[in-house]
């Protein structure tokens, strides 16, 4: 009998689906994996911290009190900008320190055992969290005052004639130049720093690559890039060719340097919301007339970087409101949607314009951030959302938490797995111990055998159901929560089961890839008034 319980258990398991992560994509419908995340950006104190030099034990509280707020709005991920300027929110010998975090860059931290970012990571993840680190590659100063910048940065430590093949001023500030190598293997070791020495979930870079064409500013002599074009060992005819190609190399071997490191920490992009016009280019152009556009002002070259798979994700800056005829929100997403070369699609929307943009009016109206999130949930090649930023969701900007809270984000979500990043498979939990007390039901699990990478748990899910059967484990309605990351206790008490009524638990247990292994066998329970009674038997499953 214990046999064919067994097997019809397993044949049960088949007729699953295989995959967790598919799930109905029905517009209005919550989605049980879902990207929910904020930019949190540091840059002149717009999120966080709320004023340069403030003790190490006020950023703490500041920190905290964000993530918070973002974790009761069921956010399941923070994008926070730790390289605003050529400058660091962490400890390193070779990194100054940010003037947006110390007041002076390079001053020490008042708390010689603190370390802003190691914190932050923490944070994020006992709130079960993931944090990506947020960086500006090519951003070297916030203004031209060099004086201000600590001994260590390179523009102050360099010697006058590699300073000049490596940095280039335009407009008030200063610029790491794509097209010198050494730049480029600088940046690629600030990585390597950052990934090495941090348990960050992943490295995010964000739309600035070339800077953006200032009105009376003339580039391209600010780049001063014609001679290093026309001596080159390439084989370009055109400079936008090989100025694009200066910002492939970087992305290609920032990503191999993750891979070889740490495969599964994804690399992603928030590239300016529009690739190409039409006009430019009729068949890879959206139906825009935007004035800037990634590939031919900025030298990016986002699609590349997606077919090629330097990048396990895009998440596009679509920062105009559906409607809006030179850049159409709508229209936007539709065309990024079917661009995706197979990675992950996160649209990316612009919070910062909510009841605050005069030339786009349909800002002002309360339900265009709803409208955005439901036509990209309705989208099957959409995984998710990132807001810029932080600021005007905590400051509930036209009821906008409120609805996040309420409607869009009533349940919590899931991050979206990414398999091709999985060697294996995580192991599979057995519910070894149930029992209770007059307010709870507990649930302990274990696992069988020793375990390395992929295998090795990262954290669990449990699901609950309602009366003696399996129901649909790709419904969010059905997620009873998730364990914290790195959890040394396979522990949950269920504060919200009802004396007298029965309940079906499952574990499922998830890997930095957050791959979703195997359901454990189901435990049945009936809630009773002095805990909770296990019951051996059981014969039916519900589907």
Known sequence: MRFLFSFLFLILLIALPSKAYSQDRRPGDPLKNEMRAVWVATVANIDWPSSPGLSSERQKAEFDSLLDVLKAMNMNAVFVQIRPAGDAFYKSKTVPLSRFLVGKQGTALDDSLYDPL?????????????????????????????????????????????????????????????????????LVNVVKDVLLRYDVDGIHFDDYFYPYKESGLNLDAALDDYNAFASGNHSYTDIGDWRRANVNNLIENVSKTIKKYKPYVKFGISPFGVYRNKDRDPVNGSNTRAGITCYDDLYADILLWLKNGWVDYVAPQIYWSAGYAPADFEVLLDWWSKHTYGKQLYIGHAAYKINNSPNDPHWAEPEEMGRQIRMARANANVDGSIFFSARPLLKNMLGVQDSLIATLYKQPALMPPMA????????????????????????????????????????????????EGIGNLNSPRNLLAVTPFYSEKWYFEDYTAVEKEYYTYVVTSFNRANVEGNPSDPVFVKKTKKGAKKKKKFWGYLF
């Not at 010697?159 to 097209?179: D, E, I, L, R, V």
């Not at 599979?428 to 055998?449: D, F, H």
């Open 420 to 467: 091709y990043l999985s060697k294996a498979t995580p192991a599979t939990a057995t519910v070894c111990r149930v029992k209770g007390t007059p307010s709870t039901v507990q649930l302990t699990w274990n696992l069988c055998g020793l375990l390395s990478g992929d295998e090795m748990p990262f954290y669990y899910a449990l699901y609950r159901f309602d009366g």
């Open 118 to 186: 190691t914190y932050m990571i923490k944070a994020t993840h006992d709130r079960r969290m993931e944090f990506h680190a947020w960086m500006n590659p090519f951003r070297a100063s916030w203004d031209l005052d060099t004086a201000k910048l600590d001994s260590i940065h390179p523009l102050r430590a360099l010697s006058p004639a590699t300073k000049k093949q490596w940095f280039y001023q335009y407009g008030t500030k200063w610029y790491f130049n794509p097209a010198n190598p050494s730049v480029r293997l600088y």
